[in-house]
Structure formats: C-alpha cells, structure tokens
C-alpha cells in the first residue's frame, strides 16, 4: 500500500476546472517529484492533498486512512507537514518562535526539545538567528526556517512547493541538498519545482502536469533523458 494515494481528483475556482481527473501514489521512502509549467496544477494539487481545498470529485488516502474531507490542522497530526510556496514564515515572531509553532500539534517536550536539537543541527544558521524576528532573515533563510518548522511536527512525509524560488544558485543547491538529507534520514518527500532539472536530478520517480492532468510518469532519470521533458522543462 502506498503511504499517500491521489485517486481521480478534481478541483474547481468557480467555474474554472483546476484539476481534471488526476492520479497518482508516494511510497514510503520516496522523493517525488511534480514538474509543469506555470498553472498546470501544482499548488492547487499540494494543497488538496493538505486539506487547504476541497475536491469537487475524487479521494486522498494517506496510510490508507481518506483524508478528504479532513481540515488541514488535523492532517498535520497524521504526520504530513507542508512546507508553502512563499515560505509563509511568521515575521513578527522570532525563529525561535516560529519552530515552536511547528510543534504545536506535539504534547511530550522532552521529545520536542530533542526534534529543535535536530532542525538547529540541520540548519546551524537558524540557531544562529535563533531570536531574530523571521520577517529580517533573507529569503534563503526563510526558506531554511520554513522547512525547519515543517520537521517540527516530524512528518512521515513534507511537502514541498517551490522551495527554491527567488533563490541564488548557490542557495537553490544548499536548499537541495537539506531535502537530500531529510529523505536520507527516512522522511517521504513530495516536491513541487520549478527548476525541473534540479528535482529531477533528486526524484526517485516523477509526474509531469500540464493543464490539470498529468501527461507523463516515471523513474526520474529516465525522465531527465526524455527528449520531450527536456525540450519543454530543462531548457535543452
């Protein structure tokens, strides 16, 4: 049994038809990635899955429980955290403030304390800044703080949508290499990227979205070497 299973769903803004019918399945262990233009999908689909829209059709199974109809609060407490597009960090707290935030559906202390140990260790730059307001760190900073606080209600799997945008280079590879680490260190990752090559270069298998449908599936590498996917998407 998949961990989290996308069954036919279909989503709509008013009249407008976001989504049309789209499956797909994470497994446990997995980095999967969504590739697609701009407005194939991708955010309207990360956020049905946490419970932020309602689809108008279709199922979302997580650990073979539905979690359809489930407000985004109590998907946390399942165990799936959602790192948004925008960092969405809370600026007028502190960093320190923003990771306890992340905690919040958690009750033993001992084995929160021990989870900030864990982010601070990951991300030395946020304990550095551990009392700085979020809204002065830099972006790639709120970047950092935003995945912090998703590995603060330690997820069986986080979602990621655009984590390197409006990143430097050199950031866009430190940013990639945290997700590298967080699924080396057992947590399932599903990833929404603009920069296709880069998720690609990290995705143990991908689907690609066009227009609320996904027109393509497979092993990330193989996709990477796809003629088609690299015309559209990597830029060759």
Do not use: C
Not at 74 to 87: D, F, N, Q, T, W
């Amino acid at each position: 049994m998949a961990m989290l299973e996308v069954k036919d769903i279909e989503v709509y803004y008013g009249m407008i038809q976001a989504l049309k019918g789209i499956s797909f399945e994470v497994n446990e262990g997995e980095v999967i990635a969504l590739i697609g233009a701009n407005g194939a999908g991708k955010t309207t689909t990360l956020h049905t899955i946490t419970g932020l829209l309602s689809p108008k059709k279709g199922s979302v199974l997580f650990e073979g429980q539905d979690i359809t109809k489930v407000p985004a609060h109590k998907i946390v407490s399942l165990g799936m955290a959602h790192v948004p597009e925008g960092r969405r960090v809370f600026a007028e707290l502190s960093v320190y403030q923003n990771l306890k935030m992340g905690a919040y559906t958690r009750k033993d202390k001992d084995e929160i304390a021990k989870t900030l140990e864990m982010v601070y260790k990951r991300f030395p730059r946020l304990e550095e800044r551990k009392n700085q307001l979020a809204g002065t760190l830099s972006g790639g900073e709120q970047q950092m703080l935003a995945m912090g606080r998703a590995l603060m209600s330690h997820p069986k799997i986080i979602v990621m949508d655009e984590p390197s945008m409006g990143l430097s280079p050199i950031l866009v590879n430190e940013i990639f290499d945290i997700i590298k680490e967080v699924s080396a260190s057992g947590t399932t990752v599903l990833l929404v990227e603009q920069n296709a090559k880069k998720a690609l270069s990290i995705a143990d298998r991908a689907y690609v979205l066009e227009t609320g449908k996904i027109v393509l599936e497979g092993d990330a590498k193989e996709l990477m070497n796809d003629d088609s996917i690299k015309k559209a998407y990597l830029g060759e």
